[in-house]
């Protein structure tokens, strides 16, 4: 068996950080986090289409739109682990950490196993 082949190329993952409001409260604002990315072939670098992207512990994943762009909104601060997987591809894991509001650029390609 092949083994997983993940690069840090490919997939962009951007942070955003956005406050819920708290009128009148003297509590900190609650915050949140919003991951996006877009995922390649390793090979050609084309977009990919259809790719399953999973927050691994949480019940969420987004599949990739035409362009290969991806996005979940409305995250808690912390880190995640991410499996990114395709028919036909070597199933790719990494970990981002989202637990401070700075942006983030990652790439990751993922494999032909063709």
């Given at each position: ?12 993952i951007?942070l ?42 949480l ?8 362009d ?47």
């Amino acid at each position: 068996m092949k083994a997983i082949i993940i690069l840090l190329i490919g997939m962009f993952i951007g942070l955003q950080v956005s406050f819920a409001g708290n009128e009148g409260k003297t509590e900190a604002p609650a915050t949140t986090t919003s991951l996006s990315g877009k995922v390649l072939d390793k090979i050609t670098g084309e977009t990919l289409a259809g790719v399953m992207v999973q927050l691994d512990g949480l019940d969420q994943q987004v599949f990739s739109d035409f362009d290969g762009c991806f996005s979940f909104e409305n995250l808690k601060p912390a880190e995640y682990k991410i499996t990114v997987s395709l028919i036909s591809y070597e199933t790719g894991q990494l970990e981002v950490d989202l637990s401070k509001p700075t942006e983030k650029q990652l790439k990751v390609m993922l494999q032909n196993v063709n």
